[in-house]
């Protein structure tokens, strides 16, 4: 099993922004962007994208007043996109992500989106399907 941990700093915005679609659209393409230069940047060399993985997403906040955490989950949409196009995960579909865990952790004054990504071995290729 291989560990890699990547770090994507500030926060994207929740399904309660607002703002038009366009706005939307385009901040959705930068963090894209964002997620895919951080993946890229984390990737030993020779690494080939994960068929099979579970993910472990934290959240770091930069206070202690409450989140909805299906907001949360929510704005990871774009980072895991980018994850996929930074060439870290094959696919972002059940198939390959076969569990996602979320957490919020308290770090004063930061805000980012921490991925755990740890490979499944081969024999358990397309277990849970």
Partial sequence: M???TITIPGRPPTPN???NQVVQWRHAKAWRKTAMGCAQDAMPLGWEPLERCRLEVT?????L???DL????ASTKPLTDGLVDGG???DDSDRVIESVTYRV??????KATVYRITSM?????????
Wanted: proline share 3%.
């Fill in 70 to 73: 299906d907001n949360l989950v």
């Fill in 65 to 67: 007043r409450a989140r």
């Fill in 105 to 110: 952790r308290y770090e004063r004054g930061v």
């Fill in 88 to 90: 870290i995960l094959k």
């Fill in 2 to 4: 291989t560990e890699l």
């Fill in 121 to 129: 071995p081969s024999d358990q290729l397309g277990a849970g399907l």
């Fill in 17 to 19: 922004d607002r703002g």
């Fill in 59 to 63: 959240f770091v906040v930069h206070d």
